[in-house]
T-cell receptor
């Protein structure tokens, strides 16, 4: 069974800190790995990673994939209170063709205190 | 910016009643999905829909569940006879095509079964 495991499950930091969120996956047919941010309701897309070693960046957020180690990290620098959310890692892991069934991890609950 | 819209945002129903959750996917998207998230748990795949038919469904999606796209814009999830354990946030999502790309999620419909 495909699995996505995130760590830590929760993290409390102060504004300005840098955080690293981890995602490991076990997969039979890797296609891509996605990061989402979930605040109150809908997951909102952050990054999609398909190639090893290529960092994706968006402002203070960045992410990288290691396909050999089956691992991805999400970095947030100079955290702000608005970064407080659940960060979800997901992949269309064992889904053939166009089905694109996402398997989600449990998420990391990030709390940024002022 | 185009978005996936869902109604209702919250529905309370009695056990055994039928509910219909509605979604309007992004207009040029071809793939549609329902996911659910029970409070405090992972986001779970329910069903994917393409070309007016179900392309994949999970074990959760039993005979009590059905989906349809009656008029080319709405995408509905029907639960025929709700159970207490159906209480969850139901997310509709859509994707433009087969070649990877992000899944766009709606804001969710919270279903409470009493």
């Amino acid at each position: 069974e495909d699995k996505v495991v995130q760590s830590p499950l929760s993290l409390v930091v102060h504004e300005g800190d840098t955080v690293t969120l981890n995602c490991s996956y076990e997969v039979t047919n890797f296609r891509s790995l996605l990061w989402y941010k979930q605040e109150k309701k809908a997951p909102t897309f952050l990054f999609m990673l398909t190639s090893s070693g290529i960092e994706k960046k968006s402002g203070r957020l960045s992410s990288i994939l290691d396909k050999k180690e089956l691992f991805s990290i999400l970095n947030i620098t100079a955290t702000q209170t608005g970064d407080s959310a659940i960060y979800l890692c997901a992949g269309p892991l064992n889904s053939g063709g166009s089905n694109y069934k996402l398997t989600f991890g449990k998420g990391t609950l990030l709390t940024v205190n002022p | 910016e185009p978005e996936v819209t869902q109604t209702p945002s919250h529905q309370v129903t009695q056990m055994g009643q039928e509910v219909i959750l509605r979604c309007v996917p992004i207009s040029n998207h071809l793939y549609f999905y329902w996911y659910r998230q029970i409070l405090g748990q992972k986001v779970e795949f329910l069903v994917s829909f393409y070309n007016n038919e179900i392309s994949e469904k999970s074990e959760i999606f039993d005979d009590q569940f059905s989906v349809e796209r009656p008029d080319g814009s709405n995408f509905t999830l029907k639960i025929r006879s709700t159970k207490l354990e159906d209480s969850a946030m139901y997310f509709c999502a859509s994707k433009i095509g087969t070649s990877g790309g992000e899944l766009f999620f709606g804001e969710g419909s919270r279903l409470t079964v009493l």
